[in-house]
């Protein structure tokens, strides 16, 4: 019961702030509706006791990513006027999220619950925390997770090679 | 819903409205140390002059005469401001600040009457990481402060401490991975009940507690030195840096807008001592009595506990007294009569503390009282270390000057992160070592 609340409060609250990330055209509310609906969503994954994912969310995400964009929209220093062409109206936002919806969310769906059956299984003891995430990612995922790490390394080298042109 | 239930709600509860009240009553302390801690060191005086009905408490009185001018003051928001972030900024910053401290341990739980009384409003299972995400989430007040002021040295401010925080974040998280690794564990809990132990190398115990600061002294020093940048404490006060930014971020803000600033800086500085204390000095654990032989041995917790109030007190009492005597020719009436006052509580709780003692250990204690007295010890041996911690804050803020901010940035890129890389590679190979 108290999940269900907690559920639909934090969804309600996760959908319009990201619909203000799309209609808002001052950048600096849009990415801190950004900021706030990465915390429901945060909120959202620690209901789903996906602790570590939550808390990881939050600091990654809402705490590190966040303030670099912030950080570069406030440099930029845009103006109202500036902005007055990438306003969208109503009909596109609503039919590109109902796109989104349809071809995103649809398959992945489909995938995960052929047969329709939504009643999942309890979950195993310890089930999303640091330990049961940690040793997955260093055991079973090991190579996945390496390749990201150079992939990450890798946009690094790219950014400093464009960001310094003359090294 | 059954009783048990009910009653952890209700400790919940409890413990979640402390953790929020515990750093605000901190804020005027820390103000008061602050400046008479400035005064001592540069040789003044310090507030001596506000008072109520002569009762001046050692300056603490100037705290409710500053909190009377910050709320009369006229709550200007200027002209060209975007108002809603204007006003979102010092709510946020003071929120944030007081946050973490959730996680944080008082004293061990206490097992009383079929319950379990808990002395922590959230025992996490990430534990340490939500202090690390919480504090994250603090430069956002400062960007929003600087940015919405419109003002040019807002700006400049609350960009200088923004990267600075995104800098030594790094560090700082760092820097507690190598803590982790020992530990073995994230939970706050956790964490402080190993920190019971002695120490153990190589099989051998040391005679010294299992603190972080033994385990990790590099990763000590390095946490240290990231938690005064995170706080925007000097030498790292750059965000505000008075003699290039008028104030910094904080400039546009007035009346209660600014108090709010302000308290959410002290704020800060008050949870980053509980978690230096709670991660690298044994939280509440007495060194040399872990909670286990405290709840084995009855009288071990009285004793600890009156001895460190006499000790206190006893102290505290001698310095009133000898204040009283120094500054008997300067005042009259109760001027005069107020530091003789507070040395007569103070040596009135000595006495108290020992005729405590000398019953508890002639006469016995009834059961149950020292399951309380334990973690009043505990709660004052946690606090002794966090005043430490205060104290630290203000000495090193009116002993070094402010660094400059190329030097900021090189010391936190290129000597704290690559001294905590470091620091990760050889408590794993030590580690690796003792297996």
């Known amino acids: 019961m108290l999940e269900a609340v907690l559920f639909y409060i934090l969804a309600a609250v996760l959908l319009g702030m990201t619909l203000l990330v799309i209609t808002r055209t001052n950048p600096i509310a849009s990415s801190l509706g950004l900021v706030v609906a990465f915390g429901a969503l945060a909120a959202l994954y620690a209901l789903l006791s996906a602790s570590l994912v939550a808390i990881i969310q939050i600091l990654v995400y809402a705490g590190g990513i966040m303030v670099l964009m912030i950080f570069v929209i406030m440099l930029l220093n845009l103006h109202a006027d500036d902005l007055r062409p990438m306003a969208a109206r109503g009909l596109t936002v609503a039919l590109s999220l109902l796109a989104v919806m349809a071809g995103v969310l649809g398959p992945v769906l489909l995938v995960v619950f052929p047969s329709g059956n939504w009643i999942m299984a309890p979950l195993p003891d310890g089930f999303g925390g640091i330990f049961a995430v940690g040793s997955k990612i260093f055991s079973d995922y090991l190579f996945p997770f390496e390749m990201l790490s150079l992939v990450l390394l890798t946009a690094i080298v790219g950014a400093l090679v464009l960001s310094k042109r003359k090294l | 819903m059954d009783p048990n239930q009910t009653c952890t709600l209700i400790n919940i509860a409890v413990m979640t409205v402390l953790m929020w009240l515990i750093p605000l009553q901190f804020v ?259 060194p040399f009595a872990s909670t286990q032989e405290l709840q084995a041995d009855p009288k071990l917790a009285l004793v600890l506990l009156c001895c460190t109030l006499v000790l206190l007190k006893g102290l505290a009492g001698v310095f009133f007294y000898k204040r009283g005597v120094q500054q008997k020719h300067l005042y009259t009436g109760v001027k005069q009569a107020e530091p003789f006052l507070f040395a007569g509580l103070c040596f009135a709780v000595v006495v108290a503390a020992l005729g405590l003692m000398g019953y508890g250990l002639t006469a016995g204690l009834p059961a149950g009282v020292n399951g309380v007295l334990i973690p009043v010890l505990q709660l004052l041996c946690l606090l002794l270390k966090v005043l430490f911690f205060c104290w630290l804050f203000v000495w090193v803020r009116w002993t070094l000057p402010r660094f400059r901010y190329d030097q900021l940035m090189k010391m936190g890129w290129k000597l704290m992160l690559p001294l905590a890389l470091l620091n990760l590679l050889v408590t794993g190979v030590l580690l690796l070592t003792q297996k």
Do not use: C
């Open chain 2, 28 to 286: 005027p302390f820390f103000i008061w140390l602050e400046r008479k801690g400035s005064a001592i060191i540069q040789d003044r005086v310090g507030p001596n002059r506000t008072g109520i009905l002569g009762f001046r408490l050692f300056g603490m009185v100037q705290n409710f005469a500053d909190v009377v001018k910050l709320v009369m003051k006229e709550n200007i928001v200027p002209a060209n401001v975007n108002r809603f972030y204007f006003m979102l900024a010092p709510f946020w910053a003071m929120t944030v600040s007081l946050l973490p401290l959730l996680v944080v341990p008082l004293a061990a739980p206490l097992e009383m009457a079929g319950h379990s009384i808990r002395f922590q409003a959230a025992d996490l299972g990430v534990g340490v990481l939500f202090i690390l995400s919480i504090t994250s989430m603090g430069v956002f007040g400062i960007i929003l402060a600087g940015w919405s002021s419109n003002n040019k040295f807002s700006l400049l401010g609350s960009l200088r401490s923004s990267a600075q925080m995104i800098s030594y974040e790094l560090s700082m998280g760092l820097s507690m991975v190598g803590l982790l690794m020992v530990y073995q564990d994230v939970r706050m809990s956790v964490i402080v009940e190993t920190q019971g132990r002695l120490l153990t190398a190589w099989g051998h115990a040391l005679p010294l507690p299992n603190w972080g600061i033994f385990l990790q002294p590099v990763g000590f020093l390095l946490f240290l030195v990231a938690a005064f940048a995170e706080t925007n404490r000097n030498p790292f006060d750059l965000a505000e840096g008075e003699s290039e930014l008028v104030a910094g971020f904080h400039l546009e803000y007035s009346s209660v807008k600014f108090s709010l600033f302000f308290m959410a800086e002290y704020a800060n500085m008050v949870v980053a001592a509980f978690v230096i204390a709670t991660l690298f000095l044994g939280g509440y654990q007495v």
